[in-house]
T-cell receptor, first 112, second 113 residues
Framework: QKEVEQNSGPLSVPEGAIASLNCTYS??????FFWYRQYSGKSPELIMS????GDKEDGRFTAQLNKASQYVSLLIRDSQPSDSATYLC????????????FGQGTTLQVKP | DVKVTQSSRYLVKRTGEKVFLECVQD?????MFWYRQDPGLGLRLIYF???????EKGDIPEGYSVSREKKERFSLILESASTNQTSMYLC????????????FGDGTRLSIL
């Protein structure tokens, strides 16, 4: 079992729809979770951090965390073609090294 | 804003050469990381450093070494470049404290011919 798992996609949604990206993780003691967006040929860009169970909203983005079920999700409302990218889920590993464990990423395609 | 700067955006080298990739951050971060990213393999950690002159191996350290003589600078060294080291190399940095995200540089696309 991979430590952080994401469906590679592609996930295709029409413009204006809600895109839902999911991530599961294996280490029950994980405390910090991050979503990065990566455009083709570019480096990952942090878009959301979440540390507590529940929802965290930032503009069109909502991160959801459920530690009991060990999953974290990212919702993108009113999806735009510019949201087309690969979304990486990252989970902070045990210890105090600052290491993150990344999922393989989900490719999102928003069609006009 | 955090600024992580990688010395080259594109680099072409020959097999057997010693290759240096440089990374500088301006946020006084304790932690610095080197990854490579290949299609279908995702981000793989090569080495990281949590303090000056301190380093730890990541998941794929073979064929690489690192140097951190100053807090702001973290160098990745390919001792004798090989074609299977052709990849996108990404540097990242973060605060040491719990729950801190990593911030990435723009990446170096390295081709070994």
């Amino acid at each position: 079992q991979k430590e952080v798992e994401q469906n590679s996609g592609p996930l295709s949604v029409p413009e204006g729809a809600i895109a839902s990206l999911n991530c599961t993780y294996s280490d029950r003691v994980s405390q910090s979770f991050f979503w990065y967006r990566q455009y083709s040929g570019k480096s990952p860009e942090l878009i959301m951090s979440i540390y507590s169970n529940g929802d965290k909203e930032d503009g069109r983005f909502t991160a959801q965390l459920n530690k009991a079920s060990q999953y974290v999700s990212l919702l993108i409302r009113d999806s735009q073609p510019s949201d087309s990218a690969t979304y990486l889920c990252a989970v902070r590993s045990r210890g105090n090294t600052g290491k993150l464990i990344f999922g393989q990423g989900t490719t999102l395609q928003v069609k006009p | 804003d955090v600024k992580v700067t990688q010395s080259s955006r594109y680099l072409v080298k020959r097999t057997g050469e010693k290759v240096f990739l440089e990374c500088v951050q301006d946020m006084d971060h304790e932690n610095m990381f080197w990854y490579r990213q290949d299609p279908g393999l995702g981000l793989r950690l090569i080495y990281f450093s949590y303090d000056v002159k301190m380093k730890e191996k990541g998941d794929i350290p073979e064929g690489y070494s690192v140097s951190r003589e100053k807090k702001e600078r973290f160098s990745l060294i390919l001792e004798s470049a090989s074609t299977n080291q052709t990849s996108m190399y990404l540097c990242a940095s973060s605060w040491r404290g719990g729950g801190q995200p990593q911030h990435f540089g723009d990446g170096t696309r390295l081709s070994i011919l």
